[in-house]
Structures are given as C-alpha cells and as structure tokens.
C-alpha cells in the first residue's frame, strides 16, 4: 500500500521488508495452509469463512470444554453473527491453565515497565495464582457468572489480573479508559448495570498524580447497581479515602 492510498491519507511511517513479512505469524500459518500471499489468504478466507475460523482456533491453540458445531453462523444481520456455535470454554484456560506445565510455567507471562522507570517480570505459574486469587475473593463478595465489572486503571499487571479475574468467574469485562471523566464512567457503569468496580487510587502522567478513585467516587454516586469496589495502591502515598462496605483494598 502506498502513502497515496493509505484510507488516513498518512504516511506510512514503516515497511516490513520480504524476509520480515515471510517470517510473520499470519504468513506461517498461510504457508501451513498451502497459501503463499496475502491476498491468496484473503482468498482462501472468504472461500469458505468456518473452514478460515476453524484453522484460526486451532492455529492460536484455543481450547473448547465442549466443542463448537460452527465456528461461524450468519444471522442475517451481518454486524451481529453467531460465534462457536454450542461450543463452550472460559478463554483464561487457554490464556492461563494450559501454560503451567513443565518449563512453560515458568516463562513470562507480563513483561512490565512503569512510567517511573520500576520494572517487573510474571510467569505463567505467579500469574495463575494471582488470577485465582483475586477470582477467589470476588465470589467470596457474591460476583458470578453474567455480573458486569468495570475496570477503571492504568496499563499496570494488575489490570492484567482484574480482567482475567473477571473472565475466570464469568464475569463480563467493562473496560473504562483511565482518562474517562466522572459523567463517562457513570454512564458506562449504569449502562452495563455493574455490579463492581476496579480502580487504582491514583495515576501517574507526565508527573503528577491523576486522582482515579475520586473521579470513581463521584461517578458511584450515580451508580447505585457498584456494590463492590476493589482498590488497586496503585501511589502508596495517595491519599484515598475508603467507604466502608463498598471499597476494599486489592
């Protein structure tokens, strides 16, 4: 594609080169299937989309408890098909449990630098068990399956461990940019009806300390259906004022 045509009328600021593009994930798995260029893949995909999506699942290595009986069902509204058909699973098996064997344990799951230089690394296996941990203590509050769970934090592991932990219990994820006004997060959490919320006490940008939780705090004020709120430290010396039987610290 050339900056001329590219749809933001941009320039392209980098171009893999042949060898790049031929050692790339999705030309491995296009070779694997017989294919040899990009609109040949495009090609192939179209042809015959549950015989594209069934490779792709088994390609990524996703995991079903019980198997699906299509990969892709047409509905008539094109925005809104139907996925997996009667297949069932819980992504973090696929995204967690299947790694804690043997070596694969002990990779690096999250390779995480913070904004103030710190870094940390997490296996599969610490993950797991911080995952499981914060999966634990959100049933213990009365969270299950179908609850909407709003995540308001910054690119930190444990947003990482509050989302998955969200999925382990069958919780619906609803994601809150960081950045997000008291009015935003309000209408999102009122529109999802959530029953919990995650936050970070405070920020870090460019500095200075963004105050998450008071932005969170007034906005739950307007959200009467967040019974939980779960505080991540994110800024040990942030003052963060608790209410009591709502706000826990995570």
């Not at 967040?226 to 039987?245: C, K, L």
């Amino acid at each position: 594609m050339s900056a001329a045509s590219y749809p933001f009328n941009q320039p392209i600021a980098w171009t893999p080169d042949p060898d790049q593009c031929a050692s790339s994930r999705m030309m491995t798995f296009a070779r694997a299937h017989g294919i040899d260029t990009y609109p040949d893949l495009l090609d192939w995909a179209n042809a015959d989309v549950n015989r594209f999506w069934d490779a792709v699942l088994v390609d990524l290595g996703i995991q079903f408890t019980s198997p699906y009986r299509l990969a892709y069902e047409p509905t008539g509204d094109p925005a809104f098909p139907n996925w997996c058909v009667d297949g069932r699973m819980n992504i973090t098996h696929s995204l967690l449990d299947k790694w804690l064997v043997d070596e694969a344990a002990e990779r690096d799951a999250i390779r995480y630098q913070s904004e103030e230089g710190g870094e940390e690394r997490i296996t599969y296996r610490e993950l797991a068990a911080r995952v499981g941990q914060c999966a634990a203590a959100m049933r213990a509050r009365g969270l299950g399956p179908g609850d909407a769970v709003g995540i308001l934090m910054p690119m930190t592991p444990e947003i990482v461990v509050a989302f998955l932990a969200t999925i382990r219990i069958g919780g619906v994820v609803l994601p809150l940019f960081s950045g997000y006004g008291e009015e935003a997060i309000a209408t999102r959490l009122q529109g999802g009806e959530a029953k919990a919320l995650f936050v970070s006490n405070a920020s870090p940008r460019r500095g200075r300390a963004v105050d998450l939780k008071g932005t969170a705090d007034r906005a739950l004020a307007q959200c009467p259906t967040v019974e939980h709120v779960i505080v991540h430290n994110r800024i040990s010396d942030h003052d963060t004022p608790m209410q009591a039987g709502r706000d826990v610290g995570g």
